[in-house]
């Protein structure tokens, strides 16, 4: 048996602060991450993030090859003039002056894919609920935002693209499934706020009307 460590009163609250400031980033410095911080915080998410049946399904792929960047950059385009066109009136103006990825100034691109059809855990957890494969590297990823912010380095989670054309992109495996891709690099700036609250895009949800008792 091993001893956890105390998480003491003054961790908890510096944990708290972690988890507040956490903020999905667009605006990025062109700073460098050193590589070695990069891989620290993969090996932190790969390592310790929880999955169904232990199947660790989450595959991160750093996309170094700048054609290929900027053939994501532009499917991003493509697919946020198309949302755009959901939108009306205030809203369509509104929507059409948001930042909505930070893709041309991150220095570093993660596309996250689910590998649906890993062997590990031999299916353990999934048969029920299968999709929970993709929830697991769901959860991956947002252990490695929060890791991230705790070195002062921002992530923006990036939904706005095909996935198949993003696979197609990448020249990945067919049985790996999008589920996020991520810009990662130093914040321009930092806010507490959600920058969707600070546009005016939408208002705080109150926190007693996403809980329920039955
Ligand atoms: C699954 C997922 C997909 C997201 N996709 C995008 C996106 O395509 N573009 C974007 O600007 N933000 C995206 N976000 C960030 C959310 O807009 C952001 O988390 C939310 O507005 C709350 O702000 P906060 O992360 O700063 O608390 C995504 C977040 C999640 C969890």
Redesign the pocket.
């Known amino acids: 048996m091993s001893t956890p460590p105390i998480f003491d009163a003054d961790f908890l609250e510096r944990l708290e602060d972690l988890f507040i400031w ?5 605006h990025f410095k062109t700073d460098a991450i050193d590589e070695e911080l990069l891989e620290k915080l993969l090996k932190v998410t790969c390592l310790h993030s929880p999955s169904v049946g232990n199947s660790q399904p989450w595959r991160y792929v750093k996309i170094t090859d700048p054609v290929r960047r900027d053939k994501v950059k532009k499917d991003f385009e493509a697919q946020n003039q198309q949302a755009l066109e959901n939108y009306h009136g205030d809203k369509a103006r509104l929507y059409a002056s ?4 930070g893709l041309t100034d991150a220095p570093v691109h993660l596309a996250v894919f689910a590998d649906i059809e890993t062997e590990r855990g031999a299916g353990l957890g999934q048969a029920t609920m299968p999709e929970t494969l993709k929830y697991s590297v ?1 959860n991956s ?1 947002y252990t490695f935002w929060l890791a991230a912010r705790a070195y002062g380095v921002g992530v ?6 095909d996935p198949p054309s993003v696979t197609k992109i990448l020249d990945v495996p067919e049985n790996w499934e999008l589920i ?1 891709y991520l810009c990662v690099g130093y914040p321009k700036e930092e806010n507490e706020t ?4 600070r546009v005016g895009w939408q208002d705080q949800g109150a926190f007693d009307t996403f809980i329920f008792e039955r």
Request: no cysteine.
């Open positions: 956490r903020r999905d980033v667009r948001l930042k909505l990825a769901a990823i923006g989670w990036v939904s706005i693209i996020g959600p920058e969707l609250l």
